[in-house]
């Protein structure tokens, strides 16, 4: 049973290209929550999402970011026209039910993304 | 709101040596309290949980946490350190554990050396 399986492992963008990151939930897993984390930083939530749904998106920044989790396919979260303070680690992590505490959450490896 | 903070940004210990990682919580409600590793470049693996029940809780790779309501704590313990401890240690609680999908607020983390 593969855990949460996140692409590209590490990302290089030019400032003001599109960053796509993808993350595909373990089997079973409806619920994914996106995380960044900064340099010396713990991470901070972005988002979660169930399938085709947005449930709580409190910790996204309001403009360039976007997140989606298709009925079909893995959950993408999109940056567009990428800034310097973007270059950050971001965690997908997922769970198999709405309450993630009998499991705790499952993390992916994480995208490291560097904008140069 | 809640808030989570690890005293120790670096802890240093020899081999052998007792192991303590300090985290403090704020919560309005009673917390749930988690503590992960993260190895270089990798995701975060899940040590141990508190949701109820037992205070002193026993996680993988011999580290234990005892919760502390009177003290809002949750200090991560290992008798003696390996090598192979050397990780960075990230405390975690929910931020609401009443409501289901609700996001993990996590410490800032500490990073811990082991020498020989």
């Known amino acids: 049973n593969a855990g949460v399986m996140q692409n590209p492992r590490h990302l290089v963008r030019r400032r003001g290209q599109e960053a796509r990151l993808r993350c595909s939930p373990m089997k079973g897993h409806s619920h994914v929550y996106w995380y960044r984390q900064l340099p010396e930083e713990g991470l901070k939530f972005m988002v979660y999402l169930q399938k085709e749904n947005i449930i709580d998106e409190s910790g996204m920044p309001k403009e360039r970011f976007s997140a989606e989790f298709p009925k079909e396919g893995p959950s993408i979260l999109r940056i567009q026209q990428v800034v310097r303070g973007d270059s950050a680690a971001y965690f997908c992590?997922?769970?198999?039910?709405?309450?993630?505490?009998?499991?705790?959450?499952?993390f992916g490896s994480g995208t490291r993304l560097t904008v140069v | 709101a809640q808030s989570v903070t690890q005293l120790g940004s670096h802890v240093s210990v020899s081999e052998g040596a007792l192991v303590l990682l300090r985290c403090n919580y704020s919560s309005s409600v009673p917390p749930y309290l988690f503590w992960y590793v993260q190895y270089p470049n990798q995701g975060l693996q899940l040590l141990l949980k508190y949701t109820t029940g037992a205070t002193l809780v026993k996680g993988i790779n011999g580290f234990e946490a005892e919760f502390k309501k009177s003290e809002t704590s949750f200090h991560l313990t290992k008798p003696s350190a390996h090598m192979s401890d050397a990780a960075e240690y990230f405390c975690a609680v929910s931020d609401d554990p009443n409501q289901a999908g609700t996001a993990l607020i996590f410490g800032k983390g500490t990073t811990l050396s082991v020498s020989s």
């Open positions: 992590a997922s769970s198999p039910g709405s309450s993630p505490y009998g499991y705790g959450y499952t």
